[in-house]
C-alpha cells in the first residue's frame, strides 16, 4: 500500500496530501498541513485494517495487550507512591521506554510506511511544517499511548504539591513528544538504509533483539532481587534522572523535594532535548528530499571500477573445485540471504547467551557449552530450502552420487568453519567463567561428537525431508502445508542426533561417576573421531538417495 495512494483509497476522492499539503507547504502554514496528515494517517491504518480479518484480529489483540500492560504499570506506579525509591523506578522506566522508541523503527519500520519520508519528496512541502505535521500525525497509535500512559504513572507516583503538579503537567507531554521526535529523527537519518536490503535484514533480525533483552531483563530482575530490592537502582536513577526525557520525570520528583532550581533545570534539559530532535529532524528532512540517492550517484561515477574477484581475496584460501565452489555459496547465503543470516545469527546468539548466562549466575555447569554445537547443527537441516527454485541449477551439477556426495560434503564443511571455532571459543569462556578447566577437553569432545552427529542427521533429514523457506515476511521460514515436515525434519533429526551421541555422553557420564576425571582429555580426542566417523556416514548415506530424489527435492523446495 503506497503512502500517496492511501487517501484515495480511504475516501474514495482525490489524493488530499497533493492539494491542500502543498499549497500549505508552499505558504509554510503548518497548521493547514496537520488535519491532512492527520487524516492520512487514519486512512493508512484504517485501510491496513480492510485487508483481511486476520490483521485486524492481531491489532486488536496487541492493543488490547498493549492496554493491559499500561495499566498494570500505572497501577504499580501508583502503588509506590511514598516509597522511598519511587522516583529511581520511575525515571529507569522511562528511561528504558525512550530507549524502545530510539531503537524500534530500524527494526520494525516497515509496520508504518509514514517512517519512509521519501514519499513526500515531489510535493511541494517545507521541511518545518512538514516537521509539525508529521510529529502530531505521530501522536496517533498505540505506541503514544502506552507511552502516554506509563509517563503519566510515572508523575503520579511523585507528584505532591502544588509545584509539583506544575511540573507534572509540563514533564507528561514533554516526555511523549521526545519519544516520538526521538523515534521520528532516527528513523529519518536512516531512511536509506531501512528502505534497502540490509534494512530488511534488521527486520528479518529483529526477533533476535527481542530474545536478548528478555534474558537480559530477566538476568537483571535476578540480580535485583539478590542485591536487596529497589535500593539497588538508586545510583543507577541518579545518573539517568539527568538524561532526557527522563529528567523531565526527575524534575516532578525533585519539585516534590522542593528543589525548584534542580525541577527547572531538569526541565530544561527536556526541552532542550526535543528542540534538539526537531532540529536534526528537520536537517535530515531537507537532505532527503533535496540531495540525491547515494546509489544512483555511485553508480554514475566516472572510472568506477568493481574491486575484488569472486575467488579473490579469503574465497582464494577455499579448495579448488566444486568444493570450494560450494562452500563459497553456502557462506554468501549466510552474508547475503535475511532468511540464512538470520538463522545463523540467531544461533549464534543464543549459543553463546545460555551457556554465559548460567555461568555469570554461578549454577550452571561448563556442559551447557555443548549448546552452542547443538544450535550451530541445526543448520545443517533443510539445506536445500536456503536454495528455494535456485535449486535446478544445483541439480543440474549433480549426476552421480558422488556429485551427490561432493555437494553434501562441501556444504558440511562450509558449516565446520565457522562451528568448529566458535564451538571451541564458547567452551573457552564458559570454563573461564566457572574456573573449571579441567572439563574442558571432555566438554569440548562432547560438543565435537553432538555437532557430528547432526552432521549426519541433517544430511539425511535434508534429502529425505525438503520443504522450501518463503522469502516474503520476516518471520515465515516454512511454506504452508509443509510446517509437518519441518517438525518432523528438525525434531525427529535430533532425537536421532542424541542417540547417535549416546556413546560420548555415556563415556562422559562413566568418567565422573566413577571418579575417573583425570582421563576427561580423553573425551577430546575420542569425540573429534567419533564426531567425523559419524558425520562421514551419513553423508556417505545421504549422498546416493540426493542423487535419486533430485526432482522431489526441487520440487518441495520450489513451493515458496
Given at each position: 500500500?503506497?503512502?500517496?495512494?492511501?487517501?484515495?483509497?480511504?475516501?474514495?476522492?482525490?489524493?488530499?496530501?497533493?492539494?491542500?499539503?502543498?499549497?500549505?507547504?508552499?505558504?509554510?502554514?503548518?497548521?493547514?498541513?496537520?488535519?491532512?496528515?492527520?487524516?492520512?494517517?487514519?486512512?493508512?491504518?484504517?485501510?491496513?485494517?480492510?485487508?483481511?480479518?486476520?490483521?485486524?484480529?492481531?491489532?486488536?489483540?496487541?492493543?488490547?495487550?498493549?492496554?493491559?500492560?499500561?495499566?498494570?504499570?500505572?497501577?504499580?506506579?501508583?502503588?509506590?507512591?511514598?516509597?522511598?525509591?519511587?522516583?529511581?523506578?520511575?525515571?529507569l522506566l522511562v528511561a528504558v521506554m525512550a530507549l524502545g522508541w530510539a531503537v524500534m523503527p530500524l527494526f520494525f519500520s516497515a509496520g508504518d510506511e509514514t517512517l519512509d519520508p521519501t514519499r513526500l519528496v515531489m510535493l511541494p512541502l517545507r521541511p518545518r511544517p512538514l516537521v509539525t505535521a508529521l510529529l502530531v500525525s505521530s501522536l496517533i497509535g498505540p505506541g503514544p499511548l502506552f507511552t502516554l500512559c506509563l509517563a503519566a504513572g510515572a508523575v503520579a507516583a511523585l507528584a505532591g504539591g502544588a509545584g509539583a503538579v506544575v511540573c507534572a503537567v509540563l514533564?507528561?507531554?514533554?516526555?511523549?513528544?521526545?519519544?516520538?521526535?526521538?523515534?521520528?529523527?532516527?528513523?529519518?537519518?536512516?531512511?536509506?538504509?531501512?528502505?534497502?536490503?540490509?534494512?530488511?535484514?534488521?527486520?528479518?533480525?529483529?526477533?533476535?533483539?527481542?530474545?536478548?533483552?528478555?534474558?537480559?531483563?530477566?538476568?537483571?530482575?535476578?540480580?535485583?532481587?539478590?542485591?536487596?530490592?529497589?535500593?539497588?537502582?538508586?545510583?543507577?536513577?541518579?545518573?539517568?534522572?539527568?538524561?532526557?526525557?527522563?529528567?523531565?520525570?526527575?524534575?516532578?520528583?525533585?519539585?516534590?523535594?522542593?528543589?525548584?532550581?534542580?525541577?527547572?533545570?531538569?526541565?530544561?534539559?527536556?526541552?532542550?532535548?526535543?528542540?534538539?530532535?526537531?532540529?536534526?529532524?528537520?536537517?535530515?528532512?531537507?537532505?532527503?528530499?533535496?540531495?540525491?540517492?547515494?546509489?544512483?550517484?555511485?553508480?554514475?561515477?566516472?572510472?568506477?571500477?568493481?574491486?575484488?574477484?569472486?575467488?579473490?581475496?579469503?574465497?582464494?584460501?577455499?579448495?579448488?573445485?566444486?568444493?570450494?565452489?560450494?562452500?563459497?555459496?553456502?557462506?554468501?547465503?549466510?552474508?547475503?540471504?535475511?532468511?540464512?543470516?538470520?538463522?545463523?545469527?540467531?544461533?549464534?546468539?543464543?549459543?553463546?547467551?545460555?551457556?554465559?548466562?548460567?555461568?555469570?549466575?554461578?549454577?550452571?555447569?561448563?556442559?551447557?557449552?555443548?549448546?552452542?554445537?547443538?544450535?550451530?547443527?541445526?543448520?545443517?537441516?533443510?539445506?536445500?530450502?536456503?536454495?528455494?527454485?535456485?535449486?535446478?541449477?544445483?541439480?543440474?551439477?549433480?549426476?552421480?552420487?558422488?556429485?551427490?556426495?561432493?555437494?553434501?560434503?562441501?556444504?558440511?564443511?562450509?558449516?565446520?568453519?565457522?562451528?568448529?571455532?566458535?564451538?571451541?571459543?564458547?567452551?573457552?569462556?564458559?570454563?573461564?567463567?566457572?574456573?573449571?578447566?579441567?572439563?574442558?577437553?571432555?566438554?569440548?569432545?562432547?560438543?565435537?561428537?553432538?555437532?557430528?552427529?547432526?552432521?549426519?542427521?541433517?544430511?539425511?533429514?535434508?534429502?529425505?525431508?525438503?520443504?522450501?523457506?518463503?522469502?516474503?515476511?520476516?518471520?515465515?521460514?516454512?511454506?504452508?502445508?509443509?510446517?509437518?515436515?519441518?517438525?518432523?525434519?528438525?525434531?525427529?533429526?535430533?532425537?536421532?542426533?542424541?542417540?547417535?551421541?549416546?556413546?560420548?555422553?555415556?563415556?562422559?557420564?562413566?568418567?565422573?561417576?566413577?571418579?575417573?576425571?583425570?582421563?576427561?582429555?580423553?573425551?577430546?580426542?575420542?569425540?573429534?573421531?567419533?564426531?567425523?566417523?559419524?558425520?562421514?556416514?551419513?553423508?556417505?548415506?545421504?549422498?546416493?538417495?540426493?542423487?535419486?530424489?533430485?526432482?522431489?527435492?526441487?520440487?518441495?523446495?520450489?513451493?515458496?
Amino acid at each position: 500500500m503506497s503512502l500517496l495512494d492511501a487517501p484515495a483509497r480511504g475516501t474514495g476522492g482525490t489524493k488530499p496530501a497533493g492539494g491542500a499539503g502543498g499549497a500549505a507547504g508552499g505558504a509554510g502554514g503548518a497548521a493547514a498541513l496537520i488535519p491532512v496528515f492527520t487524516r492520512l494517517k487514519l486512512a493508512l491504518l484504517r485501510n491496513g485494517l480492510r485487508q483481511s480479518a486476520g490483521r485486524r484480529a492481531v491489532y486488536v489483540v496487541s492493543v488490547a495487550a498493549a492496554l493491559l500492560v499500561a495499566a498494570g504499570q500505572v497501577l504499580g506506579l501508583v502503588l509506590l507512591r511514598g516509597n522511598a525509591h519511587a522516583e529511581a523506578v520511575g525515571v529507569l522506566l522511562v528511561a528504558v521506554m525512550a530507549l524502545g522508541w530510539a531503537v524500534m523503527p530500524l527494526f520494525f519500520s516497515a509496520g508504518d510506511e509514514t517512517l519512509d519520508p521519501t514519499r513526500l519528496v515531489m510535493l511541494p512541502l517545507r521541511p518545518r511544517p512538514l516537521v509539525t505535521a508529521l510529529l502530531v500525525s505521530s501522536l496517533i497509535g498505540p505506541g503514544p499511548l502506552f507511552t502516554l500512559c506509563l509517563a503519566a504513572g510515572a508523575v503520579a507516583a511523585l507528584a505532591g504539591g502544588a509545584g509539583a503538579v506544575v511540573c507534572a503537567v509540563l514533564a507528561v507531554p514533554l516526555t511523549l513528544l521526545v519519544c516520538v521526535a526521538l523515534a521520528r529523527a532516527v528513523a529519518a537519518a536512516n531512511t536509506r538504509l531501512l528502505t534497502s536490503r540490509k534494512g530488511r535484514d534488521l527486520a528479518v533480525l529483529s526477533g533476535l533483539l527481542i530474545a536478548v533483552g528478555i534474558q537480559v531483563v530477566n538476568f537483571g530482575i535476578q540480580r535485583l532481587g539478590q542485591a536487596g530490592g529497589l535500593s539497588a537502582l538508586e545510583p543507577a536513577a541518579d545518573v539517568v534522572r539527568w538524561l532526557p526525557p527522563a529528567s523531565a520525570v526527575g524534575a516532578v520528583g525533585s519539585a516534590a523535594d522542593g528543589a525548584y532550581g534542580r525541577a527547572a533545570a531538569q526541565l530544561l534539559l527536556a526541552a532542550a532535548a526535543l528542540v534538539a530532535l526537531l532540529w536534526l529532524w528537520q536537517r535530515t528532512l531537507t537532505r532527503l528530499m533535496t540531495a540525491p540517492d547515494g546509489s544512483t550517484t555511485a553508480a554514475a561515477e566516472p572510472g568506477r571500477e568493481k574491486s575484488g574477484r569472486t575467488g579473490g581475496g579469503l574465497w582464494a584460501l577455499l579448495p579448488e573445485g566444486r568444493t570450494g565452489t560450494v562452500m563459497q555459496r553456502s557462506l554468501r547465503y549466510v552474508a547475503r540471504d535475511p532468511k540464512t543470516k538470520a538463522a545463523w545469527v540467531t544461533a549464534l546468539a543464543v549459543g553463546l547467551i545460555v551457556p554465559l548466562v548460567n555461568a555469570v549466575q554461578g549454577q550452571g555447569s561448563v556442559y551447557f557449552a555443548c549448546f552452542a554445537s547443538g544450535m550451530l547443527g541445526i543448520q545443517m537441516y533443510n539445506q536445500f530450502g536456503q536454495d528455494t527454485s535456485a535449486f535446478w541449477m544445483v541439480a543440474q551439477t549433480v549426476s552421480s552420487e558422488r556429485d551427490a556426495y561432493g555437494e553434501l560434503r562441501a556444504r558440511a564443511l562450509a558449516l565446520l568453519l565457522i562451528t568448529l571455532p566458535y564451538t571451541v571459543l564458547v567452551s573457552v569462556v564458559t570454563a573461564a567463567l566457572l574456573a573449571d578447566w579441567a572439563a574442558l577437553p571432555g566438554v569440548v569432545g562432547l560438543s565435537f561428537a553432538l555437532l557430528g552427529a547432526m552432521l549426519a542427521t541433517g544430511a539425511v533429514a535434508s534429502v529425505h525431508f525438503p520443504y522450501s523457506v518463503p522469502q516474503e515476511g520476516a518471520f515465515k521460514n516454512v511454506a504452508p502445508g509443509q510446517a509437518g515436515i519441518a517438525w518432523i525434519s528438525i525434531l525427529g533429526g535430533m532425537v536421532a542426533a542424541a542417540v547417535l551421541s549416546a556413546p560420548v555422553i555415556a563415556l562422559t557420564i562413566t568418567l565422573h561417576v566413577t571418579g575417573g576425571t583425570d582421563w576427561l582429555w580423553v573425551l577430546l580426542p575420542v569425540g573429534a573421531a567419533y564426531g567425523a566417523l559419524i558425520a562421514w556416514g551419513g553423508l556417505r548415506l545421504a549422498a546416493p538417495r540426493m542423487a535419486r530424489r533430485l526432482p522431489e527435492i526441487l520440487w518441495a523446495v520450489s513451493k515458496g
